[in-house]
C-alpha cells in the first residue's frame, strides 16, 4: 500500500512542477527539479524567479501535507497548483528584485518573465 502512495505522489508532484514551471521538461525527482535552473548559465532574473516559484511550491506542498495529515483534507492538484502560481507571483511584484510581467503573461510562462 505505501508504495502505490508513494507512487501517486510523486506522479502528482511531476504533473505540478510541469504545469508550473517548463511544460517541456518531465522531472524524475524532486532533486532534478531543485538543481534545474543550475544548468541555465549567468541568467539572474530567471534564476531569482525560479527560486520563487520553487520556494511557492513546496510551502503549498507543506501545507497541502499538513491539511491531509492534521485536518484530514485532501488538497487537490489544481488547488496547489493555483496557490503556488499566485503566490509566486504575489511574491515576485511585491518583494521580488526582478520584473515579472503581467498577471496573464505569468499564468502562461513565468520564467520566460526576464
Known sequence: MESTQTTDKDTSESQLFNQLIVQSQNFSSV????NYDATWGNFPS????FFAIKSCLLWN???ARNDRIFKKQRSSFTKVADSTISLSYSWCKHRGK????T????????????
Not at 103 to 114: A, F, H, K
Request: charged content about 15%; aromatic content about 14%.
Open 98 to 101: 526582478t520584473e515579472c510581467g
Open 46 to 49: 530567471k534564476k531569482a524567479i
Open 61 to 63: 506542498l507543506w501545507l
Open 103 to 114: 498577471w496573464g503573461s505569468w499564468c502562461c510562462s513565468p520564467v520566460v518573465q526576464t
Open 31 to 34: 532533486s532534478e527539479f531543485l
